[in-house]
Nanobody
Framework: QVTLVESGGGLVQAGGSLRLSCAAS????????IGWFRQAPGKEREFVAA????????SYLDSVKDRFTISRDTAKNTVYLQMNSLKPEDTAVYYC????????????????WGQGTQVTVSS
């Protein structure tokens, strides 16, 4: 069983930065791939970034590839999403999930999800 809690969201001006955190409980956290998703009002939830269990493999949504960075700190049971050069279209509730592989995570088949954190980017 893994419990995920997101934090770090807030209101920021376009061009600004935020760092989201996904803190996990559970002894097996280090064996899970972790993903970040977002959902804007009236839109479907979309994949943003993922990191494998070792941290050596990452993948991104094309529109965030040069602006966002996903990383993990196994000692702290936490995965981060550093978001730079934020745009109004990045406004959404951001969720993290945990699953057995990055494929599982990206396909939204991961069994564990957090409650989300709101990111609002003003123009």
């Amino acid at each position: 069983q893994v419990t995920l809690v997101e934090s770090g969201g807030g209101l920021v001006q376009a061009g600004g930065s935020l760092r989201l955190s996904c803190a996990a409980s559970g002894r097996t956290f280090s064996t899970y791939a972790i993903g970040w998703f977002r959902q804007a009002p009236g839109k479907e939830r979309e994949f943003v970034a993922a990191i494998n269990w070792s941290g050596r493999s990452t993948s991104y949504l094309d529109s965030v590839k040069d602006r966002f960075t996903i990383s993990r700190d196994t000692a702290k049971n936490t995965v981060y999403l550093q978001m730079n050069s934020l745009k109004p279209e990045d406004t959404a509730v951001y969720y993290c999930n945990a699953g057995a592989s990055t494929s599982t995570v990206r396909n939204m088949a991961a069994p564990y999800w957090g409650q989300g954190t709101q990111v609002t980017v003003s123009s």
